[in-house]
């Protein structure tokens, strides 16, 4: 009886493995399609097959934001990972067929956030580069400085709200408000609102509390959003909660690592709400949008 009841136990837990290791997420409101619906995408998770689709991918690369926005013909790059996760990304777009970006958007100039972007910049034509308007004087900064001075690009300092659009998707983009803080780097980043039909993606970068407080008390977009990349890798603050709970996010992305995982206390409060929390610890976390619904899966 043992044997069989250690059989059906492994039986079991062969089945939840298999359901964890591809997440199907549908936002609340939303049934199930079929596989053969958005073109198919839903089951291979591909490339956008028709106007209105948007896929994202966040990128395992550690304690670090790397995040590939693809609409039909075009790509935006939010933030580039480490120097040496840049391949990553590169294998990804040469997979994909990817030699061209409309945009690269860095959110911040930490390294596990612009540490990619020589490579990236020197690898792939790229039209037009968003960054905060701040100096830094790590060599990861310069590298990507000089990276784009070879490559001709004059990057744009956002310090007014701006709003673009690509292949279907809508962004605002958020600059910091203060000309200083009390966290130099991370609170100088800026926060990307993407529209998807009736679904919106919010990309926080590495926000802490000043940044945060800016958030909740402006009033140029909605903090509500169907997925959110959680700011910081997880990490509290005290208006964290506040924070969370105006987002209110179905699926909420955790950039981390085994070494440095998310904090417990944001953990809690997102399974309060029920939201479905994906670590990029656990393999790359992709999303496909049709304007409708959101499936989410995981490698």
């Known amino acids: 009886m043992d044997m069989v009841r250690n059989r059906f136990l492994q039986s079991i837990k062969a089945v939840l ?13 939303c049934t199930p ?18 106007s209105g689709q948007v896929k994202v991918t966040f990128f395992d690369v550690g304690k670090g934001d790397a995040i590939l926005i693809e609409t039909v013909g075009h790509a935006m790059l939010i ?6 996760t840049a391949g990553i990304l590169l294998d990804y777009m040469k997979e994909q067929s990817i030699d061209y970006l409309d945009y690269l958007l860095i959110t911040h100039f930490d390294k596990d956030h612009v540490g990619g972007a020589d490579r990236i ?39 007014e709200t701006m709003e673009l659009s690509m292949g279907g998707a809508d962004f605002l983009i958020y600059p910091p408000q203060q000309e200083e ?6 609170d100088f980043s800026l926060v990307v609102s993407m529209t998807c039909g009736e679904r919106r993606f919010l990309f926080a970068g590495d926000c802490e509390k000043e940044r945060l407080k800016e958030l909740l008390a402006q009033d140029e977009f909605s903090l ?8 910081h890798h997880g990490r509290k603050e005290k208006n964290s909660e506040e924070f969370l709970k105006a987002v209110m996010p179905a ?36 999303c496909l949008c049709d304007e409708k619904e959101i499936w989410v899966t995981q490698e």
């Open 224 to 231: 509500r959003h169907d997925v959110l990349k959680v700011p």
């Open 121 to 159: 910049l020197r690898k792939v034509e790229t039209e037009t580069v968003f960054q905060p308007d701040y100096e830094s004087d790590s060599g990861q900064y310069q590298e990507y400085e000089e990276a784009m001075a070879e490559s001709g690009i004059a990057p744009v300092s956002v310090t």
């Open 17 to 29: 493995l298999c359901i964890s290791a591809a997440v199907l997420l549908l936002l609340p409101g």
């Open 79 to 84: 933030d580039s990972g480490y120097d040496d």
């Open 33 to 50: 399609k079929e596989n053969a619906a958005a073109g198919g995408a839903a089951e291979e998770m591909g490339l956008p097959a028709e």
């Open 181 to 186: 803080y009390k966290e130099e780097d991370n």
């Open 251 to 286: 699926a909420a992305v955790i950039t981390s690592s085994e070494e440095k995982p998310a904090d417990e206390e944001i953990c809690r409060v997102l399974e309060e709400m029920q939201t479905e929390i994906y670590f990029t610890q656990n393999g790359a976390v992709t």
